[in-house]
């Protein structure tokens, strides 16, 4: 298995809805990632896990809640979210070495805040 | 402040032909740098990666590196329209993480 899974692929949730994004991997990845994309713009860190903690946090609003439940599964919870909040949200994996070949990435969840 | 610069393009290319994507970047102690391909609403796929400075080839894909000038560039030999993406380049941190450049778009004319 060399994919990176992520749910749902398209979410529409209101201002005040509570939702999470998951994301899956079973290729033994060490580091998982949250990345937030805009329209035409490249993909930005919000969150790394490694080893299933947290070892970075990208000066991400409160309203972002990630969570690694084990070395496979990667939560994003939101809640109180902004219109400005909609984006492409990449959930990737890595061998979390020095020598890793890159990230593989997730399709993505499409979220739009209305 | 790390940067990783490239011409947001459109960068438009007749089929067949070689297309040449650049990217610098300032921090001098990175050492890991990647080439990702992007179609629209789709998330990136890795092409290359190099960390060596000099030529890496796989297939009609050339990576090439120059640590001196901070420079890595990206070339596509035979292009195909299938090849038309937005191409971004990466720079892998030391904590093993990816800074990402702009993109570059590329449109390969039939």
């Known amino acids: 298995d060399t994919e990176v899974t992520q749910t749902p692929k398209h979410l529409v949730m209101g201002m005040t809805n509570k939702k999470s994004l998951k994301c899956e991997q079973h290729?033994?990845?060490?580091?998982m990632y949250w990345y937030k994309q805009k329209a035409k713009k490249p993909p930005e860190l919000m969150f790394v896990?490694?080893?299933?903690?947290?070892?970075i946090n990208e000066s991400v609003p409160s309203r972002f809640s990630p969570e690694c439940p084990n070395s496979s599964l990667l939560n994003l919870h939101l809640h109180a979210l902004q219109p400005e909040d909609s984006a492409l949200y990449l959930c990737?994996?890595?061998?979390?070495?020095?020598?890793?070949?890159?990230?593989?990435f997730g399709s993505g969840t499409r979220l739009t805040v209305v | 402040q790390k940067e990783v610069e490239q011409n947001s393009g459109p960068l438009s290319v007749p089929e067949g032909a070689i297309a040449s994507l650049n990217c610098t970047y300032s921090?001098?102690?990175?050492?890991?740098f990647f080439w990702y391909r992007q179609y629209s609403g789709k998330s990136p796929e890795l092409i290359m990666f190099?960390?060596?400075?000099g030529d890496k080839e796989d297939g009609r894909f050339t990576a090439q590196l120059n640590k001196a000038s901070q420079y890595v560039s990206l070339l596509i030999r035979d292009s195909q329209p299938s090849d038309s993406a937005t191409y971004l380049c990466?720079?892998?941190?030391?904590?093993?993480?990816?800074?990402f450049g702009t993109g570059t778009r590329l449109t390969v004319i039939p």
């Open positions: 990737a994996s890595s061998q979390g070495s020095r020598e890793a070949y890159g990230y593989t």
């Open positions: 290729m033994g990845h060490r580091a």
């Open positions: 896990y490694s080893y299933e903690k947290l070892s």
């Open positions: 921090d001098r102690g990175s050492q890991s």
């Open positions: 190099i960390y060596s400075n």
């Open positions: 990466a720079e892998e941190t030391g904590a093993n993480n990816l800074f």
